[in-house]
């Protein structure tokens, strides 16, 4: 009896094969990675977000 529902629930909610994923180049490798590296005004970003932070918030 169990296993009977556990077939009905089976065939009631068959999932569809899934398309393969597309395989994306590493993160590392985004142009946007590593693009504030030579600035200058943000060597500490904790700092600078905080700084941010308190000026916007006043």
Request: hydrophobic share 45%; charged share 35%.
């Amino acid at each position: 009896m169990v296993a009977d529902f556990i077939a009905f629930l089976r065939l009631r909610y068959a999932q569809e094969p899934h398309e393969e994923a597309e395989i994306l180049p590493a993160l590392k490798d985004e142009p946007f990675i590593g693009m504030w590296r030579d600035r200058t005004d943000v060597a500490d970003s904790s700092a600078w977000v905080r700084a941010v932070r308190t000026r916007e918030w006043e």
